[in-house]
């Protein structure tokens, strides 16, 4: 009766291990494990005697005396096969009869009398334990499961805080949302083709051969890792120069019989993508920090020089690498909190504040050219990844990492009652000191850039007069320049930049040097010459857009103008912004308009597509990008809670869950020109030829060769 049972578990287990074949694309044994089954199945009535050794238990052999060794018959035809054959094998044998017949008939006999002296002289044949069973093996088990226990003290298996991720213990990396999709899935996606494959090909009524190819599901298994979308500089040029001289054929060929307008050709892109502000369908993206060295700042003033009665922290943990640090534990004990402590000591109030990061965030795609890292559990126990840059280009990673920092406890005695100020997504948390928080909590800004302004008038408000930023983005310090005004502060420094690139700027002197209006419209200047939610234009960088600024001087009330827009942007700016795009590309220009523009550097100045403005059509979408950005977020720093705006109105679109920049709102040239327009008459056109419709003589890209006979 045990036997039987044993039989029956035998075959149940195969049949729940064949699905997972199946799904995980094992072809073999997918494919006659499945035979085994059958086999098992009807082995009494097809094979009665071969089913009664089974039951007496004779599928097993033992080549020892050891307790627990009992393997495989097949597994025992291996061991002697690999006996039999040698250190040499059966290399060469093959190729002589004699030399085999002898093997064949020889070999065995040898085998089985040096196992017969082996047994004899060599060991001790009568021996029952198991070889696992010394005290090495039992310490060494001992010890694995003392570790286990020790994980499973901190860490719980499947707990409702871990959600659907799946986490690997001790290392703590949370696995690719495709593969825990695959775990949860993989016994359902395995057993349709299991049951389809015992139907079509087992079955009495099998019309499928068990050979036939299996199809495979290529599920994104343990070591599967998300790659980079990101294509390479060298390969969108190629991509780019094919479409451009498939286009520019056509035309040559069709204005053999067509004459072409140059001024309706040049109203569109040529690509899908404008190549002025595009590449490869993202943002292009310029140097920011070049904005800096156009600025009147004062490179004269020390690090050390300013004590400041109020700081505010950013981009901590880029600037901050873990060193010795093994644990995250470690990191903010041994690293974070002592800076923040030296910090401390220098001023009377600090504010640490972080980023939020949404997946409808407009900046995924800005984030996305950083690369792909490992998805890691951030916990105190949890070893700090080797690359820590790669650590931090995962979005979810720093969100927990941040919250655990800001949940740091500060020591009384250490902070000597000065305060310290963590957020924490919407909220902050007062870690060490009493203030009223109520103007900076219930934040909703996405940015840290921001929210870095709003905390900087919330401590001059509290008294604090003198301020100092501590970051590396060139939009903070943007929007220090222009909202200074505002924080009723007498002095603000940002220390900008890290290691020998840092320096001390202060802020207050360049508000005072540019003027309130220059100021005021700096961050829409700022935007509509490239920031991480628009485009730069290509080839141009902050130094040429700024020295067109200070030449062009119209442009600074369009930027007013732009600056105040809640609906529309009305024709006179647009057409100053054009106006200034011009310059920016041509300083001796006369053209008035973006599109005759793009004419005249193409055929007069020989420029390349990529090297004149972008359409005024594309050029729009820009503008209200721009207007997204630098009005409808930048403009409400000031505010804990921004209003909130529909980017689908701003020149974006969605795709799935992502925002995607709306890059023009009219087809390319080669959907719109006229020229390449070409019908698919084989005979006679008629009336319903394209051609014919259009009014317009058939050529040589038409089936008919431009040689048809009008009807």
């Not at 997972?20 to 098992?40: G, K, Y």
């Not at 720093?398 to 009384?412: I, Q, R, T």
């Not at 409400?636 to 529909?646: G, I, K, T």
């Not at 969605?654 to 005979?683: A, F, N, V, Y």
Request: aromatic share 8%; hydrophobic share 40%.
């Amino acid at each position: 009766m045990f036997v039987l049972c044993a039989l029956g578990n035998f075959v149940e287990c195969l049949q729940k291990l064949a699905p997972w074949f199946f799904a995980c694309d094992h072809t073999n044994c997918a494919r006659w494990l499945p035979v085994h089954i059958r086999d098992m199945l009807s082995l009494q009535a097809s094979h009665p005697g071969i089913y009664e050794q089974f039951m007496n238990g004779n599928f097993t052999a033992s080549k020892s005396h050891r307790n627990f060794s009992r393997i495989a018959i097949d597994q025992v035809h291996e061991q002697l096969n690999a006996a039999i054959k040698g250190d040499g094998g059966g290399v060469g044998l093959t190729e002589n009869d004699a030399a085999l017949c002898r093997w064949t008939v020889t070999g065995p006999e040898i085998v089985r009398m040096l196992e017969q002296f082996e047994d004899t002289f060599l060991a001790d044949s009568t021996e029952t334990k198991h070889h696992e069973q010394t005290p090495s093996f039992d310490n060494h088990f001992k010890r694995d499961v003392s570790r286990m226990l020790d994980i499973l003290a901190v860490e719980v298996p499947f707990s409702t805080t871990s959600g659907d991720d799946l986490i690997t213990l001790c290392a703590n990396t949370i696995a690719d949302k495709a593969v825990a999709q695959t775990v949860k899935s993989a016994t359902d996606v395995g057993n349709k083709p299991f049951v389809t494959f015992f139907k079509e090909r087992l079955s009495s009524t099998a019309s499928v051969s068990v050979l036939t190819l299996l199809p495979r599901n290529k599920l994104p298994l343990f070591l599967f890792k998300s790659q980079s979308t990101k294509r390479g500089t060298s390969g969108l040029k190629v991509s780019q120069l094919k479409s451009d001289c498939q286009l520019f054929s056509r035309l040559y060929i069709a204005c053999q019989t067509r004459d072409g307008n140059r001024d309706d050709f040049f109203r569109y892109e040529n690509q899908v993508y404008p190549p002025s502000l595009s590449q490869g369908g993202s943002l292009f993206a310029g140097t920011k920090s070049d904005l800096l060295d156009s600025l009147p700042i004062n490179k004269s003033c020390e690090l050390t020089h300013i004590a400041c009665a109020a700081t505010i922290l950013a981009v901590v943990v880029q600037m901050l690498r873990p060193n010795s640090a093994r644990t995250f534990s470690d990191y903010r004990v041994n690293v974070f909190v002592p800076y923040l402590m030296s910090v401390l000591s220098k001023t009377e109030r600090v504010d640490v504040v972080f980023d939020v990061y949404s997946e409808h965030s407009l900046k995924v795609l800005t984030r996305e050219k950083r690369g792909v890292g490992t998805r890691t559990h951030v916990v105190g126990h949890t070893k700090i990844p080797t690359n820590w840059q790669e650590f931090l280009r995962v979005d979810e990673n720093k969100s927990e990492l941040f919250h655990f920092l800001a949940e740091a406890d500060l020591d009384e005695s250490d902070t000597h009652r000065k305060t310290v100020i963590f957020t924490y997504n919407e909220s902050v948390r007062v870690a060490a000191g009493c203030v009223d928080v109520s103007g900076v909590e219930c934040c909703n800004h996405e940015e840290a850039d921001t929210r870095i302004i709003l905390h900087s008038c919330h401590a001059a408000g509290s008294g604090y007069d003198t301020i100092k930023v501590r970051t590396v983005d060139t939009d903070v310090m943007i929007l220090a320049i222009s909202f200074f005004s505002k924080l009723n502060a007498s002095e603000l420094w940002i220390h900008y930049g890290v290691g020998r690139s840092a320096r001390l700027i202060a802020v207050h002197e360049i508000v005072a040097s540019l003027g309130p209006t220059k100021c005021s419209v700096l961050p829409t200047f700022h935007a509509l010459t490239g920031c991480d939610t628009t485009s730069a234009f290509y080839g141009k960088g902050k130094k040429s857009a700024w020295l067109t600024w200070e030449a062009y001087p119209d442009l600074t009330q369009a930027l007013l103008t732009l600056s105040q827009v809640t609906a529309v942007v009305d024709a006179e700016t647009i057409s100053v912004l054009e106006r200034f795009v011009i310059l920016l590309y041509d300083r001796t220009s006369e053209c008035e308009s973006l599109d005759s523009a793009r004419k005249h550097m193409f055929t007069k100045k020989s420029k390349t597509m990529e090297n004149i403005p972008p359409t005024a059509n594309a050029f729009l979408q820009h503008i209200k990008r721009t207007v997204y950005q630098a009005v409808h977020c930048w403009s409400h720093s000031l505010e804990a809670q921004m209003p909130v705006f529909d980017p689908a109105e701003w020149g974006w679109c969605k795709d799935g869950e992502k925002w995607l920049p709306q890059w023009m709102t009219i087809p390319q040239i080669s959907q719109m020109c006229q020229e390449l327009l070409h019908c698919s008459c084989r005979k006679a056109c008629t009336a319903r030829c394209k051609c014919v419709k259009a009014s317009l003589p058939c050529t040589a890209l038409c089936q008919c060769d431009g040689e048809c006979q009008r009807l």
